[in-house]
């Protein structure tokens, strides 16, 4: 179960909408940073959100290309996502039907090693339990990645971290009932070894998360 957490702001009947238009202007990450240093770079929330949306995207946090242009996913690792979900960019970017809630809203820069940095954990501290709040409509949950699936799943679920995880997806998905959790990697192209390794996360898992899909966005 997703954990709760008590934030400034917002009360019960707070509106999505002016929650998100405060959330866009956050920049605790840079100006008071509550873990690690601060952000290196000019804040840019990215999130895709409606009260609407019956599939929730929880990712872990925007990319180089998602920070310049605003919007989720504008890389590859979106092509894939886009073509695991076979969704067309229409779809998948209309947030009546898809909301997209990372864990991290900003780019949380790059290690030493030119890869991106965890997200930052004051994303998740401060607005997600609010945000998850006003999407009442949610039926699926996707959990893209190590964080989101800590954060929404019990710990005994997420043994043998993404591996561990993805591979217990049917007892996952079968045990929640409303929202369906359905655990996922990363679709970076990184991982395509990690595809090849697995198989059956094409031929098993796919045309459940396809079939699921294709019900909520008809």
Known sequence: MPRSSQVPGGGLHEPLPALLDELRRCRICRDAPRSGGPLPHVPRPV???SA????????????TRAHASGRPYTDPSGVRLRAWLQLDEATFYDPRKIAIVPMGFCFPGHDALGGDLP?????????????????PNIELML??????????????????????????WREIYGAS????????????WRNSGWLKRNPWFEMDLLPVLRADVAQLVA
Not at 144 to 156: F, S
């Open 177 to 188: 009932s409303r929202p369906r959790l359905l655990a996922l990697p990363h679709p970076s």
């Open 119 to 135: 997200p930052r954990r004051e994303c998740a501290d401060v607005w997600r339990a609010r945000v998850m709040a006003r999407l």
């Open 47 to 49: 999130i895709q959100a």
């Open 143 to 168: 959990l893209i990645g190590q964080y989101a699936q800590r954060w929404h799943l019990a710990r005994t679920a997420t043994v043998g971290g993404v591996t561990g995880t993805v591979g217990r």
């Open 52 to 63: 609407e949306a019956r599939i929730c995207i929880a990712g872990q946090a925007p990319g």
